[in-house]
């Protein structure tokens, strides 16, 4: 199950995540926080949905067809992750994904300010991993400054001190010839390492990351198969990115199943 907001331009959101899901054999519900107006250039307008609408859904789901993961994307407000914490404790789902969407591409904002303390508070104790991006980390740590991997390994420690069972903490936004990830288990951190790929096309790579984690989790894999599979789904991903649109298009979500069929 995915608990998002809505991309209109479907790179990213809801149709990131139930693209993946589909791509990775799992069956895919949601829950929607917000419907964005969203193309390539940027978000155009931000409608986030009245807490009866999110709770409906979310109970609809939760009550009849259950989640073996649920992934928590754009939730906008102090008042829908406190919605979401609440309805996560009361259906208490064993895998829970959290990614702290906070801002688009573009710089649009699609968590308010004031709501990464009840982010820290009441949404990281539940979750099985946590997945960052640089910027996010630093924001959850009141600006620590994150330039090297070295800061990521102790950013994703101070942040497993928030609760979450894993950190996994994204170095897309760091400069390199590798985009090198930390995954951080409380006592040891692994790294996963790709060659960085020359695009400005990812949009929706953030969303698409964590959906694929989920997917793994809702399979059986254990976190480090989870997120390896994630690695794999995403480099292949922003590797057939489109250009479609003038701005900053969206990774392609079948690129890894249409390498797999064209090389057996
Ligand atoms: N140019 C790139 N080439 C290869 N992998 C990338 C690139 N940019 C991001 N990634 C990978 O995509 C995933 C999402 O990364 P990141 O950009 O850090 O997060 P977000 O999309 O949330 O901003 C991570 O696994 C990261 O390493
Ligand atoms: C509705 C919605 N949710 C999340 C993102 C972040 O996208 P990204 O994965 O590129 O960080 C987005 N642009 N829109």
Do not use: W
Request: charged share 20%; proline share 4%.
């Amino acid at each position: 199950m995915t608990i998002a907001g809505s991309d209109s331009g479907g790179g990213a959101g809801i149709q990131a995540d139930l693209k993946t899901f589909q791509e990775l054999g799992v069956f895919g519900t949601s829950a929607i926080t917000a419907i964005t107006s969203q193309n390539t250039l940027g978000v155009q307008a931000v409608f986030p949905l009245p807490l009866d609408t999110i709770a409906s859904q979310i109970d609809s789901v939760l009550s009849d067809i259950g989640a073996d993961a649920v992934k928590t994307g754009m939730l906008f407000s102090a008042d829908i992750i406190r919605l979401v914490a609440d309805k996560l404790r009361l259906y208490g789902p064993q895998q829970v994904v959290v990614d702290p969407v906070m801002i688009a591409k573009g710089g649009a904002a699609l968590l308010q300010n004031e709501a990464i303390e009840a982010l820290r508070r009441e949404l990281l104790p539940l979750a099985a991993v946590v997945t960052p991006n640089v910027p996010e980390a630093s924001a959850i740590l009141d600006g620590a400054v994150i330039r090297s991997v070295d800061d990521m390994i102790e950013a994703a420690r101070s942040l497993h001190r928030l609760g979450p069972r894993y950190v996994f903490l994204k170095g897309g936004h760091l400069e390199g010839e590798e985009a090198v990830d930390v995954l951080f288990d409380g006592k040891e951190a692994r790294l996963f390492r790709t060659p960085r790929i020359r695009t400005k096309h990812t949009h929706g790579t953030g969303c698409t990351t964590a959906s694929a984690i989920a997917a793994g989790l809702a399979k059986g894999l254990p976190i480090d198969e989870a997120v390896a599979l994630a690695k794999r789904f995403i480099t292949a991903a922003i590797g057939s990115a489109l250009e479609i649109g003038s701005g900053i298009g969206p990774t392609h979500h079948a690129a890894l199943r249409l390498q797999q069929q064209s090389s057996s």
